[in-house]
Structures are given as structure tokens and as C-alpha cells.
């Protein structure tokens, strides 16, 4: 839920620390991630960033704090024994076997973040803050990946420019103004 709700990577993912949620301003804080048995800084300086939660998920997080084994350094998301997963027991261990009891097919858990940023493209939310929940270091990065996805053709934005700049209701030609046809007429 966590990983569809945020696009955090894998390993920013097994690297969260309860003191990284912010219960009060709904915000989830990626200070580092967990590879190759390690906690290590965000890939990039965009990397490391706030990311926006819904409270359905907020709601979901109370509940898992309440049962979630208790370890150092405090991870969110730790082994049975409280301490930080590993990326194969990730998959192989609660990932795939997710994903058989959802009847779903076998899948990179990466693509659960190119889910998250269809999801918020599909609601037509603008690219620089999907960019910037993705904590990609650049809009290019953002655009070459999802910019297919993204709204070519938007009848709804031409009509509010027309009614902008020209200031009417319709922002239509009125056609009624124009010069009137002129028939032939044989004699």
C-alpha cells in the first residue's frame, strides 16, 4: 500500500524510520535507503525529499506501528526480529506472494512506482509535482519516462484561453458576424 500510495523506491522504502512520517502534516521524509545490507544517502539531492500521504494511508500506518516488531533503527517495514528487510526476502517473502494471493501476475516491484505516477497523471495532476514526488532531478526525467501518458489533445484548456484572453462565455467564432455568402445567381 505504501509503495502504490508514495512511488518510493525499494530501498527508500525498506530504509523509512518511523521518525521519517510526519503524522501531523500527512508527509512521508526520504532521508536515506537501504541497499546491499546498508543505509545510505538518496541517489540524487532530489532524492531526498517529502512525499504527500493520503489518510488512508496515514490511517494504515497508525495501525501498522501499533504491531510492527519493534528493532534499531526503527524501520517501518522490518523483518520478523525488527530489523531492516532484505531486498530478496522483500520480494520473495511478502512481494510475490502478495501478488498470488491478489491474483495478480508476477511483477518488478518498480513498476508499483511507475503505478503510483500513472495513477497521478490519470487524475491530471501537473508534472513538476509528480516530478517532484518521484524525486526525479529533473522535469526532463519526468517527462521522458511519462510524458506519453500525459494529455496531448485538451479541448478544456484551449476554451479557458479563449475565454481568458477574449473575455466571453464562448469562446467560439461567432460565425453569425462574418460576411455573408454571396450565390450566383444565372440569368
Known amino acids: 500500500m505504501t509503495a502504490v500510495l508514495t512511488g518510493a523506491r525499494e530501498g527508500e522504502l525498506i530504509g523509512l524510520q518511523w521518525g521519517d512520517v510526519g503524522w501531523l502534516n500527512s508527509h512521508l521524509y526520504i532521508r ?13 539531492k532530489a532524492s531526498r525529499r517529502k512525499i504527500d500521504l493520503s489518510p488512508e494511508l496515514i490511517h494504515e500506518l497508525k495501525k501498522w506501528k501499533l504491531v510492527c516488531p519493534k528493532g534499531e533503527p526503527d524501520p517501518i517495514f522490518p523483518t520478523e526480529e525488527g530489523t531492516p528487510q532484505n531486498t530478496a526476502n522483500l ?25 503510483y505516477a500513472s495513477l497521478l497523471i490519470a487524475q491530471g495532476e501537473r508534472p513538476k509535482y509528480i516530478q517532484c514526488q518521484l524525486g526525479h532531478s529533473s522535469i526532463n526525467v519526468t517527462m521522458d519516462i511519462y510524458g506519453h501518458l500525459m494529455e496531448t489533445v485538451n479541448q478544456k484548456a484551449a476554451s479557458l484561453l479563449g475565454k481568458t484572453v477574449l473575455g466571453s462565455e464562448d469562446s467560439r467564432i461567432d460565425h453569425s458576424q462574418e460576411a455573408p455568402s454571396v450565390s450566383v445567381v444565372s440569368r
Open 32 to 44: 536515506r535507503t537501504f541497499n546491499h545490507g546498508k543505509f545510505m544517502e538518496p541517489k540524487s
Open 91 to 115: 520480494l520473495y517473502r511478502r512481494f510475490f506472494p502478495a501478488l498470488r494471493r491478489a491474483g495478480l501476475p508476477r511483477m518488478r516491484f518498480h513498476n508499483l512506482r511507475h503505478t
